[in-house]
């Protein structure tokens, strides 16, 4: 890790990034239980982290509670202007952030701190949007009938492990900004980039505001049970996501849930593959495939078919894989053995099936958990590696004639998070785009998320959306008041 040497936090101590502990109620706590994240680029333990109990959210709720009540009613305008100052001060420290995000989730350390940059992007992003003013839907001279939008209440925040930070500042700055309080569990995989945000946060928010705790498998059903929780945003696996939404169900908890894909990349045949190959491949192979809108599914033209395996190869070859204490990489390992197994588990598949490999690939045999990517040459549409998520360094590569008969390949998914169509026809990509029955479609790029737009699943990739402005109102109740003019006083 870098030296904390000169990283000062607004309070004049110096901010340590080699010590770890839960936020709860404007305080660091640490805990009779502890654990620690692995490094995947070699298998070995990180820091202690406090492993957070029950009686700890039970502290931090009342703490959400008691903020809430003066929070909520803090101008929209003052809140933005704190998350500014949040983000000013989160931009010193984005070395540091970059290293331990390295270290934490295995990322080469360009995107590491790409990473870093995109969590301070969100928090930017939301202190530039001003308030929602009150709606006058009708006014006449019997009726005037005004819609407004009122902070949620206190949202539990349960994040994931491929973009820990990036992912947990989508709900951390709609969240504050609205005027509700958030409690974040990041995963324990990858705990310690948020616990280190939320510490640095602190000195620009009233205790119990942002409230950011590690926990074992214990704390998120208590957090999605918790009567006083009154949201939950949840990033995971479409498996995972209906069990939580069963949880919050008995408290009927508002949900939002940003859960599995298995995206489609449709390549038409009238695109430069020496052109396009390289985004291509960054769009199926980049975080070595833990993205959730990566493209899993390619789909080219005949009629390019095999020029556009020879340019991807071409490019993924030329790329530098290894654990991230090796310089110039362009993708390090998979973030968690679990996640290694289960890779392993598609590369074994698709060599039992003696599907073809383009690109063979390898499954590391080193203590951590590199694994070489590789490209399947036109599995059949029923394959395991076609029909699931593998979220991972491996992606099958099939061809099309037919625009009607594609269309109804991709789309015979029970997921539709995202998607990628390469035309140079842009009437055509327009076309193809929206009858992919998916929430988000790039054209001609590879998948990149803004914080400006709003991100949502179809099927059973979510329920609800954040990002933009629209995903403002995730964190949000809507009242509309009738107010009638009729006499109603005394005589």
């Given at each position: 890790?870098?030296?904390?040497?000169?990283?000062?936090?607004?309070?004049?101590?110096?901010?340590?990034?080699?010590?770890?502990?839960?936020?709860?109620?404007?305080?660091?706590?640490?805990?009779?239980?502890?654990?620690?994240?692995?490094?995947?680029?070699?298998?070995?333990?990180?820091?202690?982290?406090?492993?957070?109990?029950?009686?700890?959210?039970?502290?931090?709720?009342?703490?959400?509670?008691?903020?809430?009540?003066?929070?909520?009613?803090?101008?929209?305008?003052?809140?933005?202007?704190?998350?500014?100052?949040?983000?000013?001060?989160?931009?010193?420290?984005?070395?540091?952030?970059?290293?331990?995000?390295?270290?934490?989730?295995?990322?080469?350390?360009?995107?590491?701190?790409?990473?870093?940059?995109?969590?301070?992007?969100?928090?930017?992003?939301?202190?530039?949007?001003?308030?929602?003013?009150?709606?006058?839907?009708?006014?006449?001279?019997?009726?005037?009938?005004?819609?407004?939008?009122?902070?949620?209440?206190?949202?539990?925040?349960?994040?994931?492990?491929?973009?820990?930070?990036?992912?947990?500042?989508?709900?951390?700055?709609?969240?504050?900004?609205?005027?509700?309080?958030?409690?974040?569990?990041?995963?324990?995989?990858?705990?310690?980039?948020?616990?280190?945000?939320?510490?640095?946060?602190?000195?620009?928010?009233?205790?119990?505001?942002?409230?950011?705790?590690?926990?074992?498998?214990?704390?998120?059903?208590?957090?999605?049970?918790?009567?006083?929780?009154?949201?939950?945003?949840?990033?995971?696996?479409?498996?995972?996501?209906?069990?939580?939404?069963?949880?919050?169900?008995?408290?009927?908890?508002?949900?939002?849930?940003?859960?599995?894909?298995?995206?489609?990349?449709?390549?038409?045949?009238?695109?430069?593959?020496?052109k396009i190959a390289p985004k291509v491949a960054l769009g199926a192979f980049y975080n070595s495939g833990q993205l959730c809108i990566a493209s899993k599914r390619l789909y080219v033209h005949k009629d390019i078919y095999q020029d556009m395996m020879k340019a991807l190869i071409e490019v993924v070859k030329g790329w530098k894989v290894g654990p991230t204490s090796e310089e110039g990489l362009m993708l390090g390992p998979v973030q968690n053995e679990m996640q290694h197994n289960i890779v392993k588990g598609f590369f074994e598949d698709c060599a039992t099936n003696g599907y073809e490999f383009a690109l063979p690939g390898e499954v590391g045999k080193s203590d951590g958990f590199v694994i070489q990517p590789a490209i399947l040459d036109n599995p059949p549409d029923e394959s395991k590696i076609v029909r699931e998520e593998q979220f991972g360094p491996i992606v099958p590569m099939m061809k099309w004639d037919n625009e009607a008969e594609l269309l109804a390949r991709v789309n015979d998914t029970n997921t539709g998070l995202g998607g990628a169509v390469w035309s140079s026809d842009l009437e055509q990509a327009q076309r193809i785009a929206k009858q992919i029955e998916a929430g988000t479609i790039w054209i001609n790029n590879n998948e990149m998320p803004l914080s400006r737009a709003y991100f949502s699943g179809h099927k059973e990739s979510g329920i609800g959306g954040e990002g933009g402005r629209l995903g403002l109102l995730a964190y949000m109740n809507t009242q509309v008041i009738h107010m009638y003019k009729s006499d109603v006083g005394r005589s």
């Open positions: 890790m870098g030296s904390t040497e000169d990283t000062k936090g607004p309070n004049g101590t110096l901010v340590d990034f080699t010590t770890f502990q839960n936020i709860i109620d404007g305080s660091l706590h640490g805990s009779t239980e502890i654990h620690q994240g692995i490094n995947p680029s070699n298998g070995k333990p990180l820091w202690d982290v406090p492993i957070a109990s029950a009686d700890d959210l039970n502290v931090a709720v009342a703490a959400a509670q008691r903020a809430f009540k003066t929070w909520s009613k803090t101008k929209w305008e003052d809140r933005q202007e704190i998350l500014g100052k949040i983000a000013a001060e989160f931009g010193k420290y984005q070395e540091q952030m970059g290293e331990l995000l390295m270290l934490e989730g295995g990322k080469p350390i360009q995107f590491a701190k790409i990473e870093a940059w995109a969590a301070g992007e969100g928090l930017r992003y939301c202190a530039s949007e001003g308030p929602f003013a009150d709606e006058v839907l009708e006014d006449d001279e019997n009726l005037r009938l005004t819609m407004r939008h009122t902070p949620i209440g206190i949202v539990g925040a349960i994040c994931p492990w491929n973009f820990p930070l990036a992912i947990a500042m989508n709900k951390i700055a709609p969240a504050l900004l609205t005027g509700s309080c958030i409690i974040v569990k990041p995963s324990p995989f990858t705990p310690y980039s948020v616990l280190k945000f939320a510490e640095i946060a602190q000195a620009f928010l009233p205790p119990g505001v942002l409230q950011a705790m590690n926990g074992d498998a214990k704390l998120g059903p208590l957090m999605t049970e918790h009567p006083d929780i009154a949201k939950i945003s949840f990033t995971g696996s479409s498996a995972t996501g209906k069990r939580v939404m069963a949880s919050a169900a008995k408290t009927l908890k508002r949900v939002t849930l940003e859960l599995g894909g298995n995206s489609a990349s449709i390549i038409c045949p009238d695109v430069d593959v020496n």
